[in-house]
């Protein structure tokens, strides 16, 4: 049985950080974060793969930092200079699909993603 348990969220100030979670009861080989706000479609924020490969949506790179503890079946997303287009639900999932290449993810698909129950995170300006 899957289980992804997200945590972390909460509501800043622009400009400010978090720091989400997902504990996972498995590590897969393809794993990362997604988010969807009112109204706009799920976007795939960041993905990592077990060897350490990453990818990141334009809109996040150099703010977010996605990581992972492979001892402890932990996801992270590092989330830096927040701003309120940033407000959403972000859901942690698993077992994506990934293209992996020369140490780079170079696309991710959700298709058949496992997903947690995701965390809240709201940015106010």
């Known amino acids: 049985q899957v289980h992804l348990v997200e945590s972390g969220g909460g509501s800043v100030q622009a400009g400010g950080s978090l720091r989400l979670s997902c504990a996972a009861s498995?590590?897969?080989?393809?794993m990362g974060w997604f988010r969807q706000a009112p109204g706009k479609e799920r976007e795939g924020v960041a993905a990592?793969?077990?060897?350490?490969?990453?990818r990141y949506a334009d809109s996040v790179k150099g703010r977010f930092t996605i990581s992972q503890d492979n001892a402890k079946n932990t996801l992270y997303l590092q989330m830096n200079s927040l701003s309120p287009e940033d407000t959403a639900m972000y859901y942690c999932?698993?077992?994506?699909?990934?293209?992996?290449?020369?140490?780079?993810?170079?696309?991710?698909?959700?298709?058949?993603?496992?997903w947690g129950q995701g965390t809240q995170v709201t940015v106010s300006s």
């Open positions: 990592m793969a077990i060897d350490g490969s990453t």
């Open positions: 999932a698993a077992d994506l699909r990934c293209t992996v290449a020369r140490g780079t993810i170079w696309s991710f698909s959700a298709d058949l993603a496992n």
């Open positions: 498995k590590r897969w080989y393809c």
